[in-house]
């Protein structure tokens, strides 16, 4: 099999190239994301592997289509950045549901440790040997409520770490697990009850801005808000008067709702055009992270193992256990 591979950073290669020869697969790594100028790179490819912020609109499948290519191949979990209708009977999507949850949630509990006890400040301030803990406050989690938003595979591992905390924890899912260690209450009690929310939910029609100026209103005082999730979930524009509102004892953000091309590059010598951005970087009380939850040695190793299990199974007519099909997608 030919892959061609999109969006590719050093890291991937490490990880994908040993294994890729072990199947016998022929990889191409294009630095360049997945976009409509270029598709033609995938000509002659049986599979086009792609990440996060490849979107792939219904005309980029129908050339795809035309090309004979036969399997999108998801280095994630979420999908929400391709057109899954449109590719129903013209090309196939795997993905790799599951690779370390715990990857995720751990940073999730990361980014919460950090905004509330400021370590990013403490690491700066003591290499200038500035000791003084004015303005480094933070508050207890022990006996704190969690609210976790989606109780899949990330959110039960972030439901296990805010046990193991000592918090009372809360959830929201339209599919309770009533096996998981969490109260589960509704989307309004949980907002008004949390003074941490963590969200765990995929991005779909239901879930796009799930926190908007309505929810953030709901919200306790002085609540910390982490979206390891995807960015669309948070209405930015709200999330950012809350902020001036000092609504926010703090706000961890692994995803941004408009990060396609500024996420995973490297853009510190050139002027950010994107306001929301950059306001968002004012506060002291945000952390911004450039969707890194999952990178981890153990979520890489089984981001490249499932993968290409997924381009084996297209190549010999196996069962296809990963396909995302139109009945995951509600729009
Ligand atoms: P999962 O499919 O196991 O769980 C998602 C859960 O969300 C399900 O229980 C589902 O019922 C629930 N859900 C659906 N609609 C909901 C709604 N309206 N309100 C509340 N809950 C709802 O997925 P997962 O593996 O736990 O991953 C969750 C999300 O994390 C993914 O969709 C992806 O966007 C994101 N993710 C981020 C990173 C990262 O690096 N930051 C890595 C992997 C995944």
Redesign the pocket.
């Known amino acids: 099999m030919k892959i061609a591979f999109f969006s590719t950073k050093p890291y991937d290669k490490i990880w994908f190239a040993p294994m890729a020869k072990e199947y016998g697969f022929e990889i191409r790594f294009y630095e360049m994301p997945f976009q409509e100028d270029t598709v033609a790179l995938a000509r002659g490819y049986d599979a086009v592997c792609i990440f996060v912020n490849d979107y792939v609109t219904a005309q980029m499948i129908q050339q795809l289509y035309e090309m004979k290519v036969k399997a999108l191949l998801l280095r994630?979990?979420?999908f929400?950045h391709v057109d899954v209708k449109a590719a129903e009977d013209k090309i196939l999507i795997l993905r790799v549901?599951?690779y370390s949850?715990e990857a995720?949630a751990e940073?999730a509990m990361g980014m919460i440790l950090t905004v509330n006890r400021h370590t990013h400040k403490a690491y700066n301030r003591t290499r200038d040997f500035n000791m003084s803990l004015n303005g480094l406050m933070g508050v207890d989690l022990y006996q704190k409520t969690a609210g976790i938003?989606?109780?899949?595979?990330?959110?039960q591992a972030m439901i296990r770490i805010c046990n193991g905390f000592g918090m009372r924890v809360l959830a929201?899912?339209?599919?309770p697990n009533q096996k998981l260690e969490a109260e589960y209450v509704s989307?309004a009690e949980l907002l008004s009850e949390s003074d941490m929310i963590s969200l765990?939910?995929?991005?779909?029609s239901?879930?796009r801005h799930?926190i908007n100026r309505q929810s953030i209103e709901n919200m306790r005082q002085g609540v910390y808000l982490v979206n390891?999730?995807?960015g669309g979930l948070i209405d930015t524009d709200a999330l950012i008067d809350g902020l001036v509102d000092g609504r926010f004892g703090g706000v961890g953000l692994?995803?941004y709702e408009e990060e396609e091309g500024i996420f995973y590059e490297d853009r510190s010598g050139e002027i950010m055009r994107d306001e929301n951005l950059a306001r968002l970087m004012t506060f002291p009380n945000v952390l911004i992270t450039s969707?890194?939850?999952?990178?981890t040695q153990e979520a890489m190793q089984a981001i490249a193992e499932v993968t290409l299990e997924n381009a084996y199974a297209v190549e010999n007519g196996l069962p296809l256990v990963n396909k995302v099909g139109t009945e995951a997608v509600k729009q």
């Open positions: 994630s979990a979420g929400n549901p599951s949850p995720v940073f938003v989606g109780t899949g595979k990330i959110g929201y899912d339209p599919y989307m765990h939910c995929p991005l779909t239901e879930t799930i390891t999730s995807r692994d995803v969707h890194m939850g999952f990178f």
